[in-house]
């Protein structure tokens, strides 16, 4: 079957009545024929029938074992990190969401799990900076915020020879246009607040295992430190879910074509997308992806927090706000926003620069944004014309 048919179909229909949605067991227990003896349900920390049905829907649709669901990406980022123990290494992407940096740098770090950088897109850098100390690999693939594309199966293999994990953040992507345990992961994560969920009024996390035993130690960290998502917000997820192939399918057509027209303007330095021929890696992306996803983010010529704060409070269907992912167009500025737990140094080596901007494309007409962006762009181009022009 097609993945799209995959996507719709892993939903069941609900045994009990029929119905053609999946009921919200909405209840903290139940009730037990006898000590120990239940319908396969005794507390809803530990299992819920519509958190249940969530992961079952997720494990189909990324090919793994087991998958589990947490109160957000975090939590669930967090369960990974569970793992390890003190001495243990992990070695991650340089180009970092904000948000596990501050995880990994600053909670982890002093419970002895350190961390090390790296460019994994050139995959000699990978070999050259894994450790025997070195458990776990931390991918994100696109990453967030610079596009950038590493090879999962390369990448996994280099893992596996080490005896180290691979987890692959797979928000950007989605399932919809990416499964990495195919390409070798050991373990995939999304923040499921962004495309799965898809309209922008949930918070959730999805931890996917490729083997029983792996899916049995993050089930009992997800149990024995109780960061679960509520049986509402799992349907929440379960309806995104149902349109998730449509969604990430437009999104990523208009998300082509802005990338194509910011290309085009001269107040833009440098564009990043992976769709795009200019992508340095582009054909990694063609190899492990079926699609290219509705980020895009890009920098300007004038590369000033300046111009940047000046673009992004000038549009007015590309909304500024954090997140991503949903059906309403939404743009922030990393260095103020998404990474500004990075420090300055570290994120600019990384290709976060002070005027990069970043676009999650929604589902609005292309053309409608592209004016958008464009108006919002003239006014600093505007203005660094007429200060050519004084001089």
């Not at 958190?51 to 649709?61: D, Y």
């Not at 035993?213 to 379960?238: C, M, T, Y």
Request: aromatic share 6%.
């Amino acid at each position: 079957m097609s993945n799209a048919t995959t996507l719709i179909h892993s939903i069941p229909v609900d045994p009990l009545t029929g119905a053609i949605s999946v009921p919200i067991y909405q209840t903290s227990t139940f009730v037990q024929d006898a000590p120990g003896e239940n319908k396969g349900y005794d507390y809803a920390r530990s299992n819920n029938p519509t958190r249940a049905a969530l992961e079952k829907i997720i494990t189909e649709t990324e090919h793994g074992h087991s998958s589990y669901a947490f109160a957000s990406g975090l939590a669930a980022i967090d369960a990974v990190v569970k793992l390890l123990e003190t001495g243990d290494e992990i070695l991650a992407v340089d180009d970092i969401y904000g948000g596990a940096f501050r995880l990994f740098t600053h909670i982890y770090a002093k419970f002895g799990i350190s961390v090390k950088y790296v460019d994994t897109t050139d995959v000699l850098n990978v070999v050259d900076a894994i450790t025997p100390k070195t458990k776990l690999v931390w991918l994100e693939t696109p990453t967030n915020p610079t596009l950038k594309i590493s090879d999962i199966e390369a990448i996994a293999a280099i893992a596996k020879q080490n005896g180290a994990l691979l987890c692959v953040d797979n928000t950007f992507a989605s399932p919809a246009l990416q499964q990495p345990i195919l390409h070798g992961a050991d373990l995939v994560v999304h923040s499921a607040t962004k495309y799965i969920g898809g309209h922008s009024d949930l918070i959730a996390g999805l931890v996917v295992a490729k083997t029983k035993e792996l899916g049995e130690r993050i089930k009992f960290i997800q149990n024995a430190s109780g960061a679960i998502l509520s049986p509402h917000d799992s349907w929440l997820v379960i309806r995104g879910v149902e349109t998730l192939h449509l969604r990430v399918k437009e999104h990523s057509r208009n998300a082509q074509q802005v990338a194509a027209f910011l290309q085009s303007h001269p107040a833009v330095d440098s564009v990043f997308y992976p769709g795009l021929q200019s992508h340095p890696n582009h054909d990694i992306a063609a190899k492990q992806q079926s699609g290219y996803g509705g980020i895009v983010s890009f920098t300007l010529k004038e590369d000033t927090e300046a111009a940047a704060k000046k673009v992004v409070c000038s549009t007015g269907l590309f909304k500024l706000a954090e997140s991503l992912g949903g059906v309403k167009s939404l743009l922030c500025h990393p260095a103020t926003m998404t990474h500004k737990s990075i420090p300055a140094e570290k994120r600019r080596s990384a290709g976060v620069k002070d005027s990069l901007i970043r676009l999650s494309v929604g589902l609005e007409d292309a053309q409608d944004l592209v004016r958008d962006i464009e108006q919002a762009l003239n006014k600093v181009y505007a203005n660094k014309e007429k200060e050519v022009a004084f001089l």
